[in-house]
């Protein structure tokens, strides 16, 4: 497997036109810089603000709450970019998840922040509990099952919280909002097996954004 370097963009990418959007990411890229040394400490001020964007319920165009069949993560899962740093430290980006379908178990390997937008979600929070020195072997316990409504938000502090599988319980998608600290689709992760104590490493990609520019072509 090829664990292909990232470069850096040539600019930050706006795949949404919102002016909610943009104030909320200046918001995050002011406080997530001058808390750099406590990531609790930017979790914890940023919450209010992604509370907010959270109520705003007209800024998020249905193009972003769309399922995708063609979806890496499967399950018809849609993952749309909507706005990335050209250093790839900060995405924003939706998670359309179909009625009945459930995520692979998978962690994100950041900080972060995940909102509940629409529909109802439950989610299995995993803790490793083996010392991940044996290649494709993972031990998980389960930390807690919570079921979200609009507006609920968790928080992602690796290795706190940071392994989940999120299920939609709604008869309608459930769409939810992720702001994370790294390029979350274009980075490689993990994804495991619980019942079978197994692991790999993933890369869900997003729906509508390459992670390469040559890439640029497939999604044009
Ligand atoms: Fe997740």
């Known amino acids: 497997m090829t664990h292909t370097i990232l470069e850096p963009l040539p600019e930050d990418?706006?795949?949404?036109?919102?002016?909610?959007?943009?104030?909320f990411v200046a918001t995050v890229r002011e406080i997530s810089a001058s808390t750099i040394e406590n990531r609790m400490q930017t979790l914890a001020t940023l919450e209010p603000?992604?509370?907010?964007?959270?109520?705003?319920?007209?800024?998020?165009?249905?193009k972003f709450m769309q399922v995708n069949p063609d979806s890496r993560m499967g399950g018809g899962i849609g993952q749309w970019l909507l706005y990335r740093a050209l250093d790839r430290s900060?995405?924003?980006?939706?998670?359309?998840?179909?009625?009945?379908?459930?995520?692979?178990?998978?962690?994100?390997?950041?900080?972060?922040l995940i909102g509940l937008y629409k529909g109802n979600?439950?989610?299995?929070v995993y803790r490793r509990v083996d010392s991940g020195d044996a290649e494709g072997y993972a031990e998980l316990e389960v930390v807690e099952e919570r079921?979200?409504?609009?507006?609920?938000?968790?928080?992602?502090?690796?290795?706190?919280?940071?392994?989940?599988?999120?299920?939609?319980?709604?008869?309608t998608a459930s769409v939810s909002i992720h702001v994370l600290g790294n390029d979350t689709?274009?980075?490689?992760?993990?994804?495991?097996?619980?019942e079978y104590k197994s692991v790999k490493?993933?890369?869900?990609?997003?729906s509508n954004a390459p992670c390469k520019e040559e890439e640029e072509k497939e999604y044009a």
């Open 201 to 206: 490493s993933f890369r869900s990609g997003y």
């Open 13 to 23: 990418q706006w795949f949404i036109d919102s002016q909610q959007l943009r104030s």
């Open 90 to 112: 900060l995405t924003v980006f939706s998670l359309v998840i179909p009625p009945g379908s459930t995520t692979p178990v998978h962690d994100h390997l950041a900080w972060g």
């Open 185 to 194: 689709g274009c980075i490689w992760r993990h994804q495991f097996i619980p």
């Open 121 to 124: 979600q439950q989610e299995t």
């Open 147 to 171: 079921s979200l409504q609009p507006g609920d938000i968790y928080r992602l502090l690796p290795p706190t919280g940071d392994i989940h599988a999120v299920k939609t319980i709604s008869e």
């Open 49 to 62: 603000y992604f509370q907010q964007l959270l109520q705003q319920q007209e800024w998020l165009s249905e």
